[in-house]
């Protein structure tokens, strides 16, 4: 299986400043026929479903601020909020889905709290 | 509205079976390849399973392999966990999901259902 490690663990970030955090995969989840990475990205808030910010390392998905961006290649990712908000405070998970269906694993999750 | 709606969680002993429904809305559902996803309370995401539209293919992750059977029915809008044997570490909360439809294929989920609890103790 490949094992997907996020850091920081948890995070406090000033309100308006930069937060980031990072996802690596055991093995890489670039698929070199098509150049994609099968890499994304949710948030989880308290109580609630996961919701999907990015697919394809980079893609940002439909209705998701232009705050949220993916970036990164390979076996490294990132996932950057520009300018953090109130409404950002939530658990952010990694997912590959490169892997054969031996599962398509999630990172440990990052808690993302207001400094 | 689009949708989904589990149900179908509960208390249960180790061993024992259980069923979890998904009923779909606001969409084509034979259109989707579909997912159940759980959480152990106050754990992180694990994909359990998914199956093609027409039911063709399913795909399983290897901790639950010959206990779950995903399947589906189109005519219903509704997709199930046939869950057996099971054990201490099933307990989570189980999401339907709703993957994307992308040019090129990928397990990628916008749409989640709220879940339903699952619990095997004695």
């Known amino acids: 299986d490949i094992v997907m490690t996020q850091s920081p663990d948890s995070l406090a970030v000033s309100l308006g400043e930069r937060a980031t955090i990072n996802c690596k995969s055991s093995?890489?989840?670039?698929?070199?026929?098509?150049?994609?990475?099968?890499l994304a990205w949710y948030q989880q808030k308290p109580g609630q479903p996961p919701k999907l910010l990015i697919y394809?390392?980079?893609t940002r998905e439909s209705g998701v601020p232009d705050r949220f961006s993916g970036s990164g290649s390979g076996t490294d990712f990132t996932l950057t909020i520009s300018s953090l908000q109130a409404e950002d405070v939530a658990v952010y998970y990694c997912?590959?889905?490169?892997?054969?269906?031996?599962?398509?694993?999630f990172g440990q999750g990052t808690k993302l709290e207001i400094k | 509205e689009v949708q989904l709606v589990e149900s179908g969680g509960g208390l249960v002993q180790p061993g024992g079976s259980l069923r979890l429904s998904c009923a779909a809305s606001?969409?084509?559902?034979?259109?989707?390849?579909m997912s159940w996803v759980r959480q152990a309370p106050g754990k992180g995401l694990e994909w359990v399973a998914n199956?093609?539209?027409?039911?063709?293919?399913?795909y399983y992750v290897d901790s639950v392999k010959g206990r779950f059977t995903i399947s589906r029915d189109n005519a219903k809008n509704s997709l199930y966990l046939q869950m057996n044997s099971l054990r201490a570490e099933d307990t989570a909360v189980y999401y339907c999901?709703?993957?994307?439809?992308?040019?090129?294929?990928?397990?990628?989920?916008?749409?989640w259902g709220q879940g339903t609890l699952v619990t095997v103790s004695s």
């Open positions: 997912q590959q889905y490169y892997s054969t269906p031996q599962g398509y694993t």
């Open positions: 999901a709703r993957e994307k439809i992308t040019m090129v294929r990928g397990v990628i989920i916008p749409l």
């Open positions: 093995q890489s989840v670039l698929y070199s026929s098509n150049n994609k990475n099968y």
């Open positions: 394809w390392a980079s």
């Open positions: 606001g969409f084509t559902f034979s259109s989707y390849w």
């Open positions: 199956i093609k539209q027409d039911g063709s293919e399913k």
